[in-house]
């Protein structure tokens, strides 16, 4: 009982808590993106940007407030930023859906080439953050960083692993609690969310119900720069923020997207913790808890280690193409690709 709880803490150290933080973050994600997909009908390529846009915001929040002397106590002083974050984010949205996306939208152009403007709006918004921020790590938490201590846990239980939970990794799961709860909450039971799942079911007889399709957009972009800026604070906080790290991000949170179903909210979430176990799973080194779960003799000599951690997004696209070879619409029946 003593090797299967050491086994089970490691796991719980390495794979579980870590996948599961990930994995809200990768849902919030992937919620903006299938709320864009659903409503505005294109695939956004800025969407990983507009996560790092929103974080580099936020940074600079912190900064200045704790420049004047302004913390959260044991709270990262961030979450106090994150509101102005939003803000300007959504600002910056709707500015750029006014400059760049209204005039498509109005041509009635094809989604193709809505991605393609999307994907010179991604690349404007990655200099844009880069020459603001710069390209090096920057690391913003603050406050209290554990909640449990390993050393205190192994003390405390006489095991010889010790159970490490830092703050940032709470903070993330039951801020995507909290946000989800609130999203669902505002598509089901609001005017405005209801109008926007009619606009999204059939555009043509939500027209001729007489929703205004603009307040619609506004909306979607408004609820995208929050889902993008608390994703990616979320995300930097637990491990910290570098510009092109988000860019990355992308090809994950499209998958858990596409995996869920596009178009399909619960899709996304289901999608999103899929696609963090695999990553986590399949780029983690077993041998430790094998050692701990293994009778003796037994122990593997090697690593048991699917895929190197440098091969991590090779999983996202893995699942990615599969999904949309065998079930284009997803696990939880989206719409098709």
Same mark, same amino acid.
């Given at each position: 009982?003593?090797?299967?709880?050491?086994?089970?803490?490691?796991?719980?150290?390495?794979?579980?808590?870590?996948?599961?933080?990930?994995?809200?973050?990768?849902?919030?994600?992937?919620?903006?993106?299938?709320?864009?997909? !659903?409503?505005? @009908? =294109?695939?956004?390529?800025?969407?990983?940007?507009?996560?790092?846009? $929103? %974080?580099? /915001?936020? &940074?600079?929040?912190?900064?200045?407030?704790?420049?004047?002397?302004?913390?959260?106590?044991?709270?990262?002083?961030?979450?106090?930023?994150?509101?102005?974050?939003?803000?300007?984010?959504?600002?910056?949205?709707?500015?750029?859906?006014?400059?760049?996306?209204?005039?498509?939208?109005?041509?009635?152009?094809?989604?193709?080439?809505?991605?393609?403007?999307?994907?010179?709006?991604?690349?404007?918004?990655? !200099?844009?953050? @880069? =020459?603001?921020?710069?390209?090096?790590?920057?690391?913003?938490?603050? $406050? %209290?960083? /554990?909640? &449990?201590?390993?050393?205190?846990?192994?003390?405390?239980?006489?095991?010889?692993?010790?159970?490490?939970?830092?703050?940032?990794?709470?903070?993330?799961?039951?801020?995507?609690?909290?946000?989800?709860?609130?999203?669902?909450?505002?598509?089901?039971?609001?005017?405005?969310?209801?109008?926007?799942?009619?606009?999204?079911?059939?555009?043509?007889?939500?027209?001729?119900?007489?929703?205004?399709?603009?307040?619609?957009?506004?909306?979607?972009?408004?609820?995208?720069?929050?889902?993008?800026?608390?994703? $990616?604070?979320?995300?930097?906080?637990?491990?910290?923020?570098?510009?092109?790290?988000?860019?990355?991000?992308?090809?994950?949170?499209?998958?858990?997207?596409?995996?869920?179903?596009?178009?399909?909210?619960?899709?996304?979430?289901?999608?999103?913790?899929?696609?963090?176990?695999?990553?986590?799973?399949?780029?983690?080194?077993?041998?430790?808890?094998?050692?701990?779960?293994?009778?003796?003799?037994?122990?593997?000599?090697?690593?048991?280690?699917?895929?190197?951690?440098?091969?991590?997004?090779?999983?996202?696209?893995?699942?990615?193409?599969?999904?949309?070879?065998?079930?284009?619409?997803?696990?939880?029946?989206?719409?098709?690709?």
């Amino acid at each position: 009982m003593h090797d299967f709880l050491n086994g089970l803490v490691v796991l719980l150290n390495y794979v579980i808590i870590p996948a599961t933080a990930y994995g809200s973050q990768l849902a919030l994600g992937a919620l903006g993106v299938t709320l864009v997909y !659903g409503i505005l @009908r =294109f695939s956004n390529f800025a969407h990983g940007d507009t996560m790092a846009f $929103g %974080t580099m /915001v936020t &940074i600079l929040f912190t900064w200045l407030f704790q420049s004047w002397g302004i913390s959260f106590g044991p709270l990262p002083t961030a979450l106090l930023a994150m509101p102005l974050g939003i803000i300007v984010t959504a600002l910056f949205l709707l500015g750029t859906d006014r400059v760049v996306y209204r005039f498509y939208r109005k041509q009635k152009a094809a989604p193709v080439i809505l991605v393609i403007v999307s994907m010179g709006v991604m690349f404007i918004m990655n !200099g844009l953050v @880069r =020459f603001i921020i710069g390209t090096g790590e920057q690391n913003f938490n603050d $406050g %209290t960083r /554990v909640i &449990i201590n390993p050393f205190a846990f192994k003390d405390a239980t006489g095991l010889d692993q010790g159970l490490a939970l830092r703050t940032t990794q709470v903070i993330t799961v039951v801020t995507a609690v909290i946000v989800v709860a609130a999203l669902f909450w505002f598509l089901n039971r609001t005017r405005s969310g209801k109008s926007m799942r009619a606009f999204s079911d059939n555009e043509d007889l939500a027209l001729l119900s007489g929703i205004n399709p603009e307040r619609v957009v506004t909306i979607t972009w408004i609820l995208v720069a929050i889902l993008t800026t608390v994703a $990616g604070v979320l995300y930097g906080l637990d491990k910290s923020f570098k510009p092109f790290t988000y860019f990355q991000l992308l090809l994950p949170i499209f998958a858990s997207a596409v995996v869920g179903g596009l178009g399909n909210p619960l899709g996304a979430i289901g999608g999103g913790f899929l696609v963090a176990y695999s990553e986590v799973a399949v780029t983690y080194a077993f041998k430790l808890v094998l050692k701990y779960w293994l009778p003796a003799g037994l122990e593997p000599s090697g690593l048991v280690q699917l895929m190197g951690t440098d091969y991590k997004y090779a999983v996202s696209f893995a699942i990615l193409i599969i999904v949309l070879l065998f079930k284009p619409t997803g696990l939880f029946k989206g719409k098709s690709v």
